[in-house]
């Protein structure tokens, strides 16, 4: 029997790895099938086309090339220029930015290089300028002292967490928390909105060095040009972390305002969520902050991913294909379709819908944490994940919302029809689903009580669902 090229590719590469650790390929066989059965709905998961993934199984990982293209501290890095250079031009191209340094390993890591370009730029600091040209074993602690002390404690003003912003935007768990006097805004309590006045308020009173917009948990746009306006106003540097929604502003449907790269000094993003590419990070910039953006590697990174960057290349090609700009839009709409099928059913939304890819649901309505909606939709076969709401009163752990996601089932081919089935199952399990009682005896944020016979209907239900739908279509391992 034949197969066509991505089949043979596929089986071929297990059946290397099945010589050597037959486990491995056992687990890579099992992870396609599991993400074929499952209803995924994380916001911030995708899958990456079979052209992509196969960029990243190569010769290129076993390359070093610190450094930038064209001056790297490693010899024989002329095939890893080609590829670096080739995803930093359809970045630049994709996002009309005018620099883009395609090496971050992660959102974390784009983030960290945008900070530190951010404060080489903005403050004044010998010990910083130390920093970056020596490596970080050659700095002695009076070094280290002196850069505490001449970077001070340089301001970020982010979104608050529970109103849906990032952790690497200021927060004490994440290293930017300890570099930063952070502070926060948050959104209309009444509307779930971000209040531009507030921000603007908070950034008068607080005058940062940085603002920060972009979040991970807001289902609505953000207006970029107010922000910019605002930075502007009390001499802050604008970033715009755009992981999220990098694949509405690649596919255009986030436009003028609400497009960050014509309005922010520095955007960052990841490039396998909405965007659909390999596992990793990228900053787009202008000219004035190209040189301190390019020194990520080594000042906050490791060395570079060549396999990583030339997988990248890959998927911003094919985000640039006219086609990408159908499938953002559907994005879009089934997230639409989704928050209204939970509306009409009686769900309680953050901010009432949306306009992105997520939804936000406050599953409080239920009666329910989000860690108890979360685990009883997982026992049903849908795939989400419990998510702060404003204000919460359960914390960052247990919390009191659901997000749900539609970049991955759309990349399957679900529409609107699904997405409303979709809310129904999802309506199914929450309404079913109980709070469980503590060792106590009283209420408890962990345990529920959903009926196995429910969520084995469900999960049925979900499976078929997809199954006009599958996975990887391509692709046939067995
Ligand atoms: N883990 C990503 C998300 O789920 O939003 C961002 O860190």
């Excluded at 967490?161 to 300890?178: C, E, Q, V, Y």
């Excluded at 908070?202 to 609505?220: C, D, I, K, M, T």
């Excluded at 255009?252 to 969520?273: E, S």
């Amino acid at each position: 029997m034949s197969h066509n090229a991505e089949s043979t590719a596929f089986r071929s590469a297990l059946e290397v790895i099945r010589a050597v650790e037959p486990r491995v390929a056992d687990a890579i066989g099992a992870e396609l099938a599991d993400q074929r059965e499952s209803l995924k709905l994380i916001a911030s998961e995708n899958y990456a086309s079979p052209a992509t993934l196969l960029a990243m199984g190569n010769w290129f990982s076993d390359k070093y090339a610190e450094g930038t293209v064209g001056r790297r501290f490693y010899a024989g890095c002329q095939n890893v220029d080609t590829v670096e250079a080739l995803a930093a031009e359809h970045a630049r191209e994709l996002f009309g930015a005018a620099h883009a340094y395609v090496q971050p390993h992660s959102g974390i890591d784009a983030n960290l290089v945008a900070f530190w370009a951010i404060l080489a730029d903005r403050v004044e600091s010998p010990a910083l300028r130390k920093a970056q040209v020596r490596h970080v074993n050659d700095l002695t602690e009076a070094d280290w002292f002196a850069l505490r002390r001449e970077l001070g404690d340089q301001r970020m003003l982010g979104m608050s967490l529970d109103a849906g912003g990032h952790l690497t935007h200021g927060f004490r768990p994440n290293i930017s928390g300890k570099m930063f006097d952070q502070r926060s805004y948050g959104t209309d309590p009444a509307t779930g909105l971000v209040d531009y006045d507030r921000v603007a308020e908070a950034a008068r009173e607080f005058r940062p060095l940085v603002l920060v917009a972009g979040y991970s948990a807001y289902p609505r746009k953000v207006n970029f040009r107010i922000m910019r306006e605002i930075a502007d106003e009390v001499g802050a540097t604008f970033m715009v972390d755009m992981a999220h929604f990098a694949g509405l502003v690649a596919g255009k449907v986030f436009t003028g305002d609400f497009d960050p790269v014509p309005h922010a000094h520095i955007v960052t993003t990841t490039t396998h969520k909405s965007l659909r590419g390999p596992r990793g990070g990228m900053v787009l910039c202008g000219p004035e902050l190209a040189d301190q953006v390019d020194r990520g590697c080594p000042m906050v990174l490791g060395g570079p991913l060549p396999h990583v960057m030339a997988a990248k290349a890959v998927a911003l090609a094919e985000a640039r294909r006219p086609d990408f700009a159908d499938y953002a839009q559907r994005i879009v709409d089934n997230a639409q379709a989704l928050a209204d099928g939970l509306l009409s059913r009686g769900a309680t939304l953050v901010t009432g819908g949306t306009d992105n890819h997520l939804v936000l649901i406050d599953v409080s309505g239920y009666g329910l944490t989000g860690r108890q909606a979360e685990q009883a939709l997982l026992d049903s076969g849908i795939v989400t994940n419990r998510n702060a709401v404003p204000q919460d009163p359960n914390g960052a752990w247990y919390t009191s919302g659901i997000r749900i996601g539609t970049p991955a089932l759309t990349t399957r081919g679900l529409g609107a029809a699904e997405m409303d089935a979709t809310a129904e199952l999802i309506h199914t399990v929450l309404t079913r689903t109980t709070a469980g009682t503590g060792p106590d005896g009283g209420p408890s944020k962990a345990k529920y009580v959903l009926d196995p016979a429910v969520a084995e209907q469900v999960g049925k239900q979900a499976a078929d669902l997809l199954t006009p739908f599958p996975l990887y279509p391509e692709v046939t391992l067995g």
